[in-house]
């Protein structure tokens, strides 16, 4: 066990599925995978571990912001020996060069937050997807025929902030979507030499308040996972 994940050694697999939900994570292991176990519940922060066509691949939740992810993708990493997470979840536009529902695989996250500084000495403001995860992503995403953007992206410490406008490390960098946690998953993935990246579905478009319904959301969220879990299996 490590601190924050209860599950015993061998129990997660090499490929993990990361959402920051842990309902969401539920979800992918009651629709997707098979011969599913329930690993770890520490502190809610649910993780499944099954079968999806055939290969082994475990789900669970980072939480949200960079400092919950810091702590489960590091333990992930080194206490279980996973070499790849990719990152599932959604994001907000800056820009309508992006739209509702939009897949987005990040290229490279952007962030004013001192995550990586303090953690790692990691001095840059923009870290890249780590390893071929971000790849694959793009090449399966072309066999299934899904249309597929690839960005970089803010990963932001505050959701709510006075000042709504596009943040400086946003405009320097051409982000065009904000989330909380690629930046950390990233930074750990570099600092470690495993495999990262980040699938997001576009949940709200900042400039014109579009967002998607309560109502639309477990639905328009299955393409990404699928998507996800397609990949995984040929991690």
Same mark, same amino acid.
């Given at each position: 066990?490590?601190?924050?994940?209860?599950?015993?050694?061998?129990?997660?697999?090499?490929?993990?599925?990361?959402?920051?939900?842990?309902?969401?994570?539920?979800?992918?292991?009651?629709?997707?995978?098979?011969?599913?176990?329930?690993?770890?519940?520490?502190?809610?922060?649910?993780?499944?571990?099954?079968?999806?066509?055939?290969?082994?691949?475990?789900?669970?939740?980072?939480?949200?912001? +960079?400092?919950?992810?810091?702590?489960?993708?590091?333990?992930?990493?080194?206490?279980?020996?996973?070499?790849?997470?990719?990152?599932?979840?959604? +994001?907000?536009?800056?820009?309508?060069?992006?739209?509702?529902?939009?897949?987005?695989?990040?290229?490279?996250? +952007?962030?004013?937050?001192?995550?990586?500084?303090?953690?790692?000495?990691?001095?840059?403001?923009?870290?890249?997807?780590?390893?071929?995860?971000?790849?694959?992503?793009?090449?399966?995403?072309?066999?299934?025929?899904?249309?597929?953007?690839?960005?970089?992206?803010?990963?932001?410490?505050?959701?709510?902030?006075?000042?709504?406008?596009?943040?400086?490390?946003?405009?320097?960098?051409? +982000?065009?979507?904000?989330?909380?946690?690629?930046?950390?998953?990233?930074?750990?993935?570099?600092?470690?030499?495993?495999?990262?990246?980040?699938?997001?579905?576009?949940?709200?478009?900042?400039?014109?308040?579009?967002?998607?319904?309560?109502?639309?959301?477990?639905?328009?969220?299955?393409?990404?996972?699928?998507?996800?879990?397609?990949?995984?299996?040929?991690?």
């Amino acid at each position: 066990m490590s601190i924050h994940i209860a599950a015993q050694k061998g129990e997660i697999a090499k490929t993990v599925l990361l959402p920051g939900d842990p309902l969401r994570a539920k979800y992918v292991a009651d629709h997707f995978l098979s011969d599913v176990r329930l690993v770890s519940q520490t502190r809610n922060a649910f993780y499944f571990t099954g079968s999806y066509k055939g290969k082994e691949l475990t789900v669970g939740a980072s939480g949200m912001g +960079c400092p919950s992810i810091g702590i489960y993708s590091y333990e992930l990493f080194t206490e279980y020996e996973a070499e790849t997470i990719i990152r599932i979840g959604t +994001c907000g536009a800056y820009t309508t060069e992006l739209q509702l529902f939009d897949l987005v695989n990040v290229d490279h996250a +952007c962030s004013e937050s001192s995550f990586a500084l303090h953690a790692w000495g990691i001095e840059q403001d923009r870290i890249p997807h780590q390893g071929p995860a971000f790849s694959r992503i793009n090449e399966t995403a072309a066999l299934l025929g899904k249309s597929l953007k690839t960005c970089h992206i803010h990963s932001s410490d505050m959701f709510y902030r006075k000042d709504s406008g596009t943040p400086p490390v946003a405009q320097k960098h051409h +982000c065009l979507a904000v989330e909380m946690e690629a930046f950390a998953l990233f930074a750990n993935a570099l600092q470690l030499g495993k495999n990262a990246a980040t699938l997001l579905t576009v949940s709200d478009v900042i400039p014109t308040h579009e967002k998607i319904s309560a109502d639309q959301r477990e639905k328009s969220l299955l393409p990404m996972m699928e998507l996800a879990l397609e990949a995984g299996i040929r991690m």
